[in-house]
């Protein structure tokens, strides 16, 4: 019965839909422990926490209870908790950690999660983390750092698993069996020749399975791509996405390995690039965070804001253009809004979509008229159903029937003008090396209001008055 009960004990808890964020009673007792300062307490709290939950919770509490929590953990404090921090607070905790319990913790983690820890800290806070390591990672975390900030070099961990061409499986069991040095996780033991050149990777579930006698030149897997140190990031998530990596040896100009790249680093890459899509497609700093203070959360904000306010003027122009047709028929002032709105909407879904294509690769030269041609075929159906909806609105509304066909002709126009927009104007920024995601909210809204005004209160000026 007893042993039944271990077992039981030893189970993972099995997490129901939405349990995967903190719990309010759990966040509370832990602020209580704080505020009683119950270090025994706290540290039985946060025992049973992932670091990238208690990374949450630092993030979600104000500077001042942060502080004392991270005081009253004290030694107990993971250096895995420090990778999984924004980076906005890491350097406020780091400042507050003291020096051996930072050293500790930094111990701890693989040289890629150095990298990516001390990259946008200060150089006195790198030096106090880099004089924490062994001399052998210090050399491998300040290599990593002498390549540029979105290279592979600065992606890859030094740890890595290697083994002779002419091994066998057996050899390599020995060899894993006997070594005091492999990293906590890998995936793969890379084959290299002589001069350390990659030439293929065995899993470790094929080793596991064949015979001692098997060589491993005979269980490569057939996926096999090598990174080049200097290749940009964003292209390393783009190959582990594409061809489903687990694992990537790093090779150096002479193609000779220096490290490895594993998915988890570079789904990261994958999930900060979606993050700063999305932040930039709404006209947001991508390095905006809730932990931002108010004049820094303005700051990021105010650039593209002004450039709204520039276009929307332009827009206004459009409409002053014809303010004596609004005088003498106020109907339009009241429909305005409704073409406005409907391009700018119709416009940002084509954008966003065309900007997701353009990141994962799936808009090219070769299938760009296409894509083009797909997208004002959209506007137009839209354009003319609801062409045929606000025609029949505005006939019932102000019983002027050219009115309806004046608002229903503008929709159809205004739709197509917003379907070319949200396409043409990304590629043309992908084209000449300006961001898509970043720049071209404002010009797309742009061109919808203006082409939406002017069809709309041209053809009014010049059918109904």
Same mark, same amino acid.
């Given at each position: ?63 001042? !209870? ?126 290299? !020749? ?57 090779? !150096? ?213």
């Amino acid at each position: 019965m007893s042993e039944d009960t271990s077992i039981e004990s030893t189970q993972p808890e099995i997490l129901e839909k939405g349990e995967y964020k903190l719990v309010k009673r759990d966040v509370a007792a832990i602020l209580y422990a704080v505020d009683t300062e119950d270090a025994s307490k706290l540290r039985e709290l946060l025992e049973p926490l992932h670091p990238a939950d208690i990374a949450d919770l630092l993030e979600q509490l104000n500077t001042f !209870d942060r502080r004392r929590l991270v005081l009253l953990f004290g030694q107990d404090f993971d250096g895995d908790i420090l990778s999984e921090l924004d980076e906005s607070i890491r350097e406020e905790i780091i400042a507050v950690l003291h020096p051996d319990i930072l050293a500790e913790a930094v111990r701890e983690l693989e040289t890629d999660d150095v990298v990516d820890l001390v990259e946008d800290l200060d150089e006195p806070q790198q030096e106090a983390i880099l004089e924490a390591l062994e001399d052998s990672d210090r050399v491998a975390v300040e290599q990593a750092l002498s390549y540029p900030e979105y290279a592979a070099g600065r992606l890859m961990q030094r740890e890595v698993v290697t083994a002779p061409e002419h091994w066998t499986v057996g050899d390599a069991i020995d060899f894993l069996r006997h070594a005091e040095d492999l990293p906590d996780q890998f995936y793969h033991v890379i084959l290299v !020749d002589p001069r350390m050149h990659p030439m293929g990777n065995v899993t470790l579930g094929k080793i596991m399975s064949s015979g001692r006698d098997v060589p491993l030149t005979q269980i490569v897997e057939e996926a096999f791509r090598v990174i080049p140190v200097m290749q940009d990031e964003g292209d390393v998530a783009y190959a582990f996405n594409q061809y489903h990596l687990i694992s990537a040896p790093v090779v !150096d100009e002479d193609g000779r390995l220096v490290g490895v790249i594993t998915i988890d680093d570079a789904m990261t890459v994958l999930d900060e690039e979606h993050e700063e899509d999305i932040l930039r497609l709404a006209g947001v700093s991508d390095e905006a965070s809730l932990s931002d203070s108010i004049l820094e959360a303005a700051k990021g904000r105010a650039t593209w804001l002004f450039v709204n306010l520039f276009t929307a003027i332009l827009a206004s122009l459009v409409i002053d253009m014809f303010a004596e047709t609004i005088d003498q028929m106020v109907a339009l002032a009241v429909l305005m809004p409704i073409v406005a709105s409907m391009g700018g909407n119709a416009g940002t879904q084509t954008m966003t979509v065309t900007v997701r294509a353009l990141a994962t690769r799936d808009l090219t030269a070769q299938n760009a008229m296409r894509v083009v041609w797909r997208e004002i075929s959209v506007g137009a159906l839209n354009g003319v159903l609801f062409g045929v909806v606000m025609a029949g609105v505005a006939a019932l509304w102000f019983g002027v029937p050219m009115l309806a066909i004046v608002i229903g002709v503008a929709m159809v126009l205004t739709q197509v003008a917003a379907a070319i927009g949200g396409i043409i104007i990304p590629m043309a920024l992908d084209r000449f090396g300006v961001d898509p995601a970043l720049a071209s909210g404002p010009f797309v809204t742009t061109v919808t209001d203006v082409v939406g005004f002017f069809a709309f209160l041209g053809l009014a000026a010049s059918v109904l008055l």
